[in-house]
């Protein structure tokens, strides 16, 4: 079952509904904002309970 959070978007703080798949507990990724088209670095984890950690961060924040 597909769960749904919202997140802020780090550049344009428009806020956007994010589709999660909690069978996987640790998700990284990057999906352009809808709005302003910039890249976010998306880190999901699923904790024991099924409650989604989600970190958005900008190009500036990333940890990489």
């Known amino acids: 079952m597909l769960d749904t959070q919202n ?9 956007t509904e994010l589709v999660i798949d909690p069978s996987e507990p640790h998700q990284e990724y990057i999906e352009d904002c809808f709005v302003c ?3 976010i670095h998306l880190i999901i984890d699923i904790d024991h309970c099924g409650v989604a950690n989600i970190q ?9």
């Open 7 to 15: 997140i802020q978007c780090p550049y344009c703080w428009e806020t």
């Open 37 to 39: 088209c910039r890249p």
């Open 56 to 64: 958005a961060l900008s190009e500036e924040d990333d940890i990489y």
